[in-house]
């Protein structure tokens, strides 16, 4: 091999390292090599591209890179994460961003502009993202994609507002429709031919008129509002010509040698051949080689970790080679899993079927390999030598029998079996200079069988719990079928991916059948050896499925062999479910409602506001406006400890960190030190103790974001640890509870009723509720600066009260409010997380702005976002029960508990809420409900979405599923036995008035073919062992209104122009809920004018006093009213003008008034009347009304492995007259997804008796990697969603009804679905008797609760898997 003397030596090395952007050359300068793709775009501007999690989990950051491949001699376009992306590794590339493609002022592209009509863009942080992944497919593919590839190009893109469902809609018929864009060969429908979104194909019940006043309109799916766009329908042709094309100076220039620098002396090199590799390796023998970054890029940002010296090999043509011959497949280590994946493909089509057992085993393992952008960098070469113990690959490797080639800094080559590559830990059999150069996949013989297995939390983009991968050769001897060799591996059961080698010595030379069987899984309960105190923790639950795994394999085989001669290992039909693995259709969708309009706009289904603006990445959130000169950034300094004492803080070195401009703790504080949303019982900073892992103790300011961290991580601190209370559970025994936060709502007299003997069975249990991140796409930021050198501040957050900042910022400032303004314009979702924590961190910034007189931005990193900012409230629940032997409840005793964590903040009335909603829709009689705050040592919990409802109301639905089992009747049953009625009078007063609660069920119970669902179910359960369906229908009550009465109020301001617009400002956060759109909707119904004249640019301090915060699902009922308050007084003023004159226009009114000196500025507001509540003696009425919805799901379990699939939903709500159908389907589409993740997927796991492998008191959940918020393929096979129609609310504006809380709680449907499987599952083993299910039911606890003989060796059929509550 050649040497490599200096760099100058190298011939390719191009004189400037260069990059198109949108079209764009730009030069690299040197220095830049710490920069990832995305710091770099962000910096010059492009920030349509979002930093949502920077580590590869959500794909916000989505961009398209471009590049001449000269192994392919094609140019290949790949969605990739920019977050991940090293700057200089796209040197020589074409980077398109969101921007590039279409922008609100030349045109949107199509996928932009189907996407903003279909409501697929709520709060839009994630739309970008969306677009680019789908605009890459696009851009790559040959022949248009299918929807199954569409769905699986957005499987690493993450939403939490829209529930995805109109993302699918809006972007399927590019596999449907027009393709010539790309394709030159056009699949367009007929013209004027209409694309139903609910099916994607060509229907007769296109787009119909409905502008005319106070019209009905039903509409069933296929509404023009809900229809994407295609192609034509934009013009495809006119946007041919706009299609940024790949730069020719960079098909002449050849990706070649670069030598870069960075920030702390990083040197980063990308040789162009082997020998450059090597000599690099020869140089620096300890230079961490980088292919996609996704592990080095995890290593260097989120675990610190340094590496002075990068060598990306992604370009080196030696290692990108792929070899076909006659014993296998040769494969290059740099090559990417997507081309990898395309050549498994081909050449399973190309050799005989025996051969490729494996390939197929890969490529089944690389569907559910992280999402399409990791794939599309990730390399086959990086997976291996990351040696992860749940690398999905490496199990695959060694069962099939694979050899790694490896070569040293002087050309040698060695060999090694991968079975024998992995030594322990992340460490391979690598020494120091050596480098993977190809991996060698044998084909697999005839009657060689090679299988994959993976359980992970979410089945898309997750990594593995347990995976596996097995092997078995049989071999035809005296009539039978004898194992002649065997492998079978496992990852994610110890500290490397482990061959269960006792398992393969037995298995070899028996014949392959039941004993067999039974024997290998006797040695395999052995061999596989978990320690209670594991990392990762499930213990019970990962060994049971490296049995299940194996009995999986058992069946497999078996199947593939059935027929075979002298094969008799015959399994029963029933047991199929065993083998078939999971195949998801594509979803369809149906939205069922009618249009009541009034006036020209109100009851239209608008496309949201900002939707168009959205798509584009044009849309400003806070973290995109630009900073002001001087401006610094902050970092926090946070507790590591639970309840410690401070003993000493070392800042020396963090000050004379690069960059530090000051460091700032509780004695800096100007004004205040002590703030709360309700009581003042928080430390700005702490002072002496510090109460959870994650409190602020100080700040840090610095030129940058990395400066800023890097010295907040060089802030010593001694701490004295002191005992922490870290459950609901500890806090009771030792009775921590927030003070005078005891409070009982009572109705008859429970305990009586239970000792009358009226009832005839009474029953007590304990119901625990799981928390919730919010998981917003946009993460907490505010901007602050001064103005008059400090006399007033200014800021602007991502909150939903930015009265809240204001009032927090002039409190710790000194400063009266009148000199501080916050403004809003739109936030990336807050669903509760932005109410009153981001206000914490608004005043944090604060404080050194206002010392130094400089604008300083805090924008919370993912991980510090979700440790330090609370989240939804984990509960506990005491009941006892009384019944009649038909189900009628009698009586309720309830006792509840919430998390209140280490401050009160909002969590006492979470907890009234929740003791509003606990009887659910139930008439009960007797009823006695007590409840406490818990005081924890764990950030503060706040408000989410349902604020406390849900929670209220799922222990009720878990006291009434006990019931149905008790009296051997359905669930559904004894919920319609004990629903409300009109007049029905609740637990705490309130009278229950225009109730369409039943009605609301029955068409539900109609359209959902309940009666007909629950048969079929019941035949598939008795069809299938291993696979269970179960369906379950549930009701809700929502109560609006703050239950805090003064919060009741909003204001707004409407002005007029001369030239007839109308500029609308109001108290009311747009946080993608179509707020705006909505208000904007009912101002242009009053003025009578057409929307676009309406504008709402943001939410300001200075502009509504004293608003509320943006919650309680009541924003539009109050400020709807509030701006119509103002427009009536408005149009009372121009009417005499109007009748005075002969006006022909509103611009003209407008004018005319202007004239005749009439104020065209009017300032609304609205009370919410007839409310109020008295906690003294527990009655009043609290709520202005209820909203009513119900639910049908049906779910399917996979009892082996815990995985599970929403095959159906169905949710019907009442929402009176919509003011915006389209907006409100969104509403319940994305609560039901989100509840979906609170119920089945989303699990926290806090550092506390129940996970010791977790340091105490720390959140281990903190990112997209190990917090699962559903994705894509979490959507129901089939989601109908219905509003109730005909059913005006007499209380609130227009008659419509609040909708932003109460649907969420209906996802409880699925949760009670999956219990009903697992029922069935149970019976087939013999257990009849009720047990619990906690919530999360992740496939952990479906898995765990399917009691059989392979869960029996580890746990007994009343194990509950551990939940931090
Ligand atoms: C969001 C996300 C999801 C993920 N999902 C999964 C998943 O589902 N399953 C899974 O198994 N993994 C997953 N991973 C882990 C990771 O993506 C894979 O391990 C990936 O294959 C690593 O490849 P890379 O090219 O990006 O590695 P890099 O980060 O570039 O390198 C990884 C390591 O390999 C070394 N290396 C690379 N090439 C060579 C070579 N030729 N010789 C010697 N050493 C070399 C590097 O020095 C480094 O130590 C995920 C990661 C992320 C960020
Ligand atoms: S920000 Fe890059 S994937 Fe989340
Ligand atoms: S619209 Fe997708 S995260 Fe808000």
């Known amino acids: 091999m050649g040497s490599l003397k200096n760099e100058a030596e190298v011939q390719e090395q191009s004189n400037e390292a260069i990059l198109y952007v949108n079209g764009v050359r730009r030069v690299l300068p040197d220095g830049l090599a710490h920069l990832t793709l995305l710091e770099y775009l962000r910096d010059v501007g492009l920030t349509g591209t979002k930093l949502g999690c920077g580590e590869g989990g959500c794909g916000a950051c989505t961009v398209m890179v471009s590049y001449f491949n000269e192994n392919m001699k094609r140019c290949q376009h790949h969605a990739v994460n920019a977050c991940l992306t090293p700057l200089y590794s796209v040197e020589g590339m074409h980077v398109i961003t969101v921007e590039g493609i279409g922008s609100g002022r030349y045109g949107l592209h199509p996928v932009q502009e189907s996407l903003a009509r279909s409501h697929g863009s709520q709060c839009g942080f994630c739309t970008p993202g969306f677009v680019m992944s789908l605009y890459a497919l696009l851009r790559?593919?040959?022949?248009?994609?299918?929807?199954?590839?569409?769905?699986?190009?957005?499987?690493?893109?993450?939403?939490?507002?829209?529930?995805?469902?109109?993302?699918?809609?809006?972007?399927?018929?590019?596999?449907?429709?027009?393709?010539?864009?790309?394709?030159?060969?056009?699949?367009?429908?007929?013209?004027?031919?209409?694309?139903?979104?609910?099916?994607?194909?060509?229907?007769?019940?296109?787009?119909?008129?409905?502008?005319?006043?106070?019209?009905?309109?039903?509409?069933?799916?296929?509404?023009?509002?809900?229809?994407?766009?295609?192609?034509?329908?934009?013009?495809?042709?006119?946007?041919?010509?706009?299609?940024?094309?790949?730069?020719?100076?960079?098909?002449?220039?050849?990706?070649?040698?670069?030598?870069?620098?960075?920030?702390?002396?990083?040197?980063?090199?990308?040789?162009?051949?082997?020998?450059?590799?090597?000599?690099?390796?020869?140089?620096?023998?300890?230079?961490?080689?980088?292919?996609?970054?996704?592990?080095?890029?995890?290593?260097?940002?989120?675990?610190?970790?340094?590496?002075?010296?990068?060598?990306?090999?992604?370009?080196?043509?030696?290692?990108?080679?792929?070899?076909?011959?006659?014993?296998?497949?040769?494969?290059?280590?740099?090559?990417?899993?997507?081309?990898?994946?395309?050549?498994?493909?081909?050449?399973?089509?190309?050799?005989?079927?025996?051969?490729?057992?494996?390939?197929?085993?890969?490529?089944?393992?690389?569907?559910?390999?992280?999402?399409?952008?990791?794939?599309?960098?990730?390399?086959?070469?990086?997976?291996?030598?990351?040696?992860?113990?749940?690398?999905?690959?490496?199990?695959?490797?060694?069962?099939?029998?694979?050899?790694?080639r490896i070569i040293d800094c002087k050309g040698n080559i060695r060999t090694t079996l991968a079975e024998k590559f992995f030594l322990s830990y992340r460490k391979v059999d690598l020494a120091s200079g050596e480098i993977l150069l190809s991996v060698f996949l044998p084909w697999t013989r005839p009657f060689e069988h090679v299988k994959e297995f993976k359980q992970a939390h979410r089945r898309d983009d997750d990594i593995a719990i347990v995976n596996s991968a097995m092997r078995v050769f049989l071999e035809e001897k005296d009539h039978q079928w004898i194992v002649s060799d065997a492998s079978i591996v496992?990852?994610?059961?110890?500290?490397?991916?482990?061959?269960?080698?006792?398992?393969?010595?037995?298995?070899?030379?028996?014949?392959?059948?039941?004993?067999?069987?039974?024997?290998?899984?006797?040695?395999?309960?052995?061999?596989?050896?978990?320690?209670?105190?594991?990392?990762?923790?499930?213990?019970?639950?990962?060994?049971?499925?490296?049995l299940s795994f194996f009995f999986k394999f058992f069946m497999w085989i078996s199947y593939q062999m059935d027929g075979q001669k002298s094969f008799v290992e015959h399994m029963p039909s029933s047991y199929l479910s065993a083998v078939h693995s999971f195949n998801?259709?594509?979803?369809?969708?149906?939205?069922?409602?009618?249009?009541?309009?009034?006036?020209?706009?109100?009851?239209?289904?608008?496309?949201?506001?900002?939707?168009?603006?959205?798509?584009?990445?044009?849309?400003?959130?806070?973290?995109?406006?630009?900073?002001?000169?001087?401006?610094?950034?902050?970092?926090?300094?946070?507790?590591?400890?639970?309840?410690?004492?401070?003993?000493?803080?070392?800042?020396?070195?963090?000050?004379?960190?690069?960059?530090?401009?000051?460091?700032?703790?509780?004695?800096?504080?100007?004004?205040?030190?002590?703030?709360?949303?309700?009581?003042?019982?928080?430390?700005?900073?702490a002072t002496e103790i510090v109460t959870c892992v994650g409190q602020p103790i100080g700040v840090v300011v610095a030129d940058t974001h990395e400066n800023a961290r890097n010295a907040a991580g060089k802030v010593y601190i001694k701490y004295e640890d002191l005992p922490a209370i870290l459950s609901i559970t500890d806090a009771i025994k030792y009775k921590s509870f927030h003070p005078d936060t005891d409070r009982t709502l009572t109705k008859?007299?429970?305990?009586?009723?239970?000792?009358?003997?009226?009832?005839?069975?009474?029953?007590?249990?304990?119901?625990?509720?799981?928390?919730?991140?919010?998981?917003?796409?946009?993460?907490?930021?505010?901007?602050?600066?001064?103005?008059?050198?400090?006399?007033?501040?200014?800021?602007?957050?991502?909150?939903?009260?930015?009265?809240?900042?204001?009032?927090?910022?002039?409190?710790?400032?000194?400063?009266?409010?009148?000199?501080?303004?916050?403004?809003?314009?739109?936030?990336?979702?807050?669903?509760?997380?932005?109410?009153?924590?981001?206000?914490?961190?608004?005043?944090?910034?604060?404080?050194?702005?206002?010392?130094?007189?400089?604008?300083?931005?805090?924008?919370?990193?993912?991980?510090?976002?979700m440790m330090t900012t609370g989240q939804r409230h984990s509960f506990l629940?005491?009941?006892?029960?009384?019944?009649?032997?038909?189900?009628?409840?009698?009586?309720?005793?309830?006792?509840?508990?919430?998390?209140?964590?280490?401050?009160?903040?909002?969590?006492l009335s979470i907890l009234e809420r929740a003791m509003f909603h606990s009887h659910n829709v139930y008439e009960i009689p007797n009823v006695r409900v007590k409840g406490r705050v818990c005081f924890t040592n764990f950030p503060s919990n706040t408000a989410f979405r349902g604020f406390g409802g849900p929670?209220?109301?799922?222990?009720?639905?878990?006291?009434?599923?006990?019931?149905?089992?008790?009296?051997?009747?359905?669930?559904?049953?004894?919920?319609?036995?004990?629903?409300?009625?009109?007049?029905?009078?609740?637990?705490?007063?309130?009278?229950?008035?225009?109730?369409?609660?039943?009605?609301?069920?029955?068409?539900?119970?109609?359209?959902?073919?309940?009666?007909?669902?629950?048969?079929?179910?019941?035949?598939?359960n008795l069809q299938n062992r291993w696979k269970k369906r179960g369906i379950s229908m549930v009701p809700t009550k929502f109560g609006?209104?703050?239950?805090?009465?003064?919060?009741?109020?909003?204001?707004?301001?409407?002005?007029?122009?001369?030239?007839?617009?109308?500029?609308?400002?109001?108290?009311?956060?747009?946080?993608?809920?179509?707020?705006?759109?909505?208000?904007?909707?009912?101002?242009?119904?009053?003025?009578?004018?057409?929307?676009?004249?309406?504008?709402?640019?943001?939410?300001?301090?200075?502009?509504?006093?004293?608003?509320?915060?943006?919650?309680?699902?009541?924003?539009?009922?109050?400020?709807?009213?509030?701006?119509?308050?103002?427009?009536?007084?408005?149009k009372a003023r121009m009417q005499p003008i109007a009748s005075k004159h002969n006006i022909s226009s509103f611009s003209e009114l407008a004018n005319v008034c202007y004239m005749e000196r009439i104020d065209l500025s009017a300032h609304g507001f609205y009370i919410t009347p007839d409310i109020g509540f008295d906690w003294k003696i527990g009655k009043g009425k609290p709520f202005s009304y209820f909203t009513y919805g119900a639910a049908f799901a049906e779910v399917e379990i996979d009892t082996l492995t815990g995985d599970f699939h929403t095959r159906t939903a169905d949710v019907c709500l009442d929402l009176g007259f919509s003011i915006n159908p389209a907006l409100d389907v969104g509403q319940i589409e994305g609560a039901f997804i989100q509840g979906l993740g609170w119920v089945a997927l989303e699990e926290l796991k806090w550092g506390d008796a129940a996970h010791k492998w977790i340091s105490p008191g720390r959140l281990f959940t903190c990112g997209p990697g190990s917090y699962k918020i559903p994705s894509i393929n979490d959507l129901p096979f089939k989601f109908k969603v219905s509003l109730l129609k005909d059913a005006p609310n007499v209380k609130a504006i227009h008659s419509s009804k609040a909708v932003g809380e109460p649907p969420f709680f209906l996802a409880s449907a699925v949760f009670f679905a999956i219990k009903e499987a697992i029922i069935a599952a149970r019976a087939d083993a013999g257990y009849t008797g009720w047990f619990p299910l906690d919530n999360p039911a992740t496939p952990e606890r479906i898995r765990m609760a399917c009691v059989d003989e392979f869960t029996s060796p580890f746990a007994g059929s009343d194990f509950r898997p551990k939940l931090s509550v």
């Open 140 to 404: 790559s593919s040959r022949t248009p994609p299918t929807e199954e590839q569409i769905e699986e190009s957005l499987a690493g893109n993450l939403c939490r507002c829209t529930g995805y469902r109109p993302i699918v809609d809006a972007f399927r018929v590019f596999s449907k429709t027009d393709d010539l864009l790309y394709t030159e060969r056009s699949s367009v429908p007929n013209v004027g031919e209409f694309i139903c979104p609910g099916t994607g194909k060509p229907c007769s019940c296109g787009p119909k008129d409905a502008s005319t006043k106070e019209t009905t309109k039903q509409s069933s799916g296929c509404d023009s509002s809900l229809k994407p766009v295609s192609y034509s329908e934009t013009n495809g042709s006119e946007y041919t010509n706009k299609e940024l094309i790949f730069p020719p100076e960079l098909l002449l220039r050849k990706l070649s040698y670069l030598s870069m620098t960075g920030f702390g002396g990083l040197k980063w090199y990308r040789p162009s051949r082997l020998s450059h590799v090597l000599d690099l390796r020869a140089r620096y023998p300890d230079a961490k080689l980088v292919v996609g970054n996704t592990e080095v890029g995890i290593e260097t940002r989120l675990k610190r970790i340094r590496y002075p010296v990068l060598i990306s090999v992604a370009h080196v043509p030696e290692l990108n080679t792929v070899t076909v011959t006659d014993n296998g497949l040769e494969i290059g280590s740099s090559l990417r899993l997507s081309e990898f994946l395309e050549i498994l493909q081909k050449v399973t089509t190309q050799r005989p079927y025996h051969e490729t057992s494996s390939c197929r085993a890969f490529i089944e393992q690389i569907k559910w390999f992280a999402g399409k952008q990791i794939r599309n960098v990730a390399s086959v070469g990086g997976n291996i030598c990351t040696a992860s113990p749940i690398s999905d690959l490496n199990p695959l490797w060694m069962a099939a029998g694979a050899t790694f």
């Open 490 to 546: 496992y990852g994610g059961v110890a500290a490397l991916s482990l061959s269960a080698s006792r398992t393969k010595k037995f298995l070899i030379g028996r014949s392959w059948n039941r004993e067999c069987l039974l024997g290998a899984l006797k040695v395999l309960e052995e061999d596989i050896v978990i320690k209670e105190d594991a990392p990762g923790g499930m213990v019970e639950f990962r060994k049971s499925l490296t």
């Open 584 to 685: 998801r259709p594509s979803i369809a969708g149906s939205q069922n409602f009618e249009i009541r309009k009034h006036g020209n706009s109100v009851g239209s289904p608008e496309i949201h506001l900002s939707a168009r603006l959205q798509v584009t990445g044009e849309a400003e959130y806070t973290d995109d406006a630009p900073m002001p000169p001087n401006s610094l950034h902050a970092a926090l300094v946070l507790s590591e400890k639970p309840h410690a004492r401070i003993l000493s803080i070392d800042d020396s070195e963090a000050k004379s960190s690069p960059g530090v401009a000051g460091i700032f703790f509780a004695k800096d504080i100007p004004g205040d030190k002590m703030v709360g949303a309700v009581i003042a019982d928080e430390e700005l900073f």
């Open 748 to 865: 008859g007299d429970a305990e009586l009723c239970f000792q009358s003997g009226e009832c005839d069975r009474i029953i007590d249990g304990q119901v625990q509720v799981g928390g919730q991140e919010h998981f917003y796409l946009e993460p907490n930021s505010s901007l602050v600066w001064t103005i008059d050198g400090g006399n007033e501040v200014h800021m602007i957050s991502s909150t939903q009260a930015p009265q809240k900042h204001q009032k927090y910022v002039s409190h710790v400032l000194g400063l009266p409010m009148s000199k501080v303004v916050c403004k809003t314009k739109r936030i990336g979702g807050g669903f509760g997380g932005k109410e009153t924590r981001s206000a914490f961190f608004a005043a944090v910034a604060a404080v050194p702005s206002y010392l130094l007189n400089r604008p300083v931005k805090l924008t919370l990193d993912r991980d510090i976002d």
């Open 877 to 907: 629940g005491n009941y006892k029960v009384g019944f009649t032997n038909d189900g009628k409840v009698l009586a309720l005793d309830l006792e509840i508990f919430n998390n209140g964590g280490n401050s009160l903040d909002l969590s």
């Open 951 to 1020: 929670q209220g109301m799922l222990i009720t639905e878990n006291w009434i599923q006990r019931i149905a089992m008790e009296v051997r009747r359905s669930a559904e049953v004894i919920r319609e036995l004990n629903f409300i009625g009109e007049g029905s009078v609740l637990h705490f007063g309130q009278k229950i008035e225009h109730c369409t609660l039943e009605r609301l069920w029955n068409e539900l119970k109609t359209s959902s073919a309940y009666l007909s669902a629950r048969e079929k179910v019941e035949q598939f």
């Open 1040 to 1130: 609006i209104s703050f239950t805090t009465k003064f919060l009741n109020q909003a204001g707004a301001l409407v002005q007029i122009y001369t030239d007839g617009t109308v500029l609308v400002t109001h108290g009311g956060v747009e946080m993608g809920q179509g707020l705006h759109t909505k208000v904007a909707q009912i101002a242009a119904s009053c003025f009578d004018i057409p929307l676009s004249s309406v504008f709402i640019s943001e939410t300001s301090t200075d502009k509504v006093p004293n608003a509320s915060p943006t919650a309680a699902s009541a924003s539009s009922d109050m400020y709807g009213a509030a701006v119509l308050d103002a427009c009536e007084q408005l």
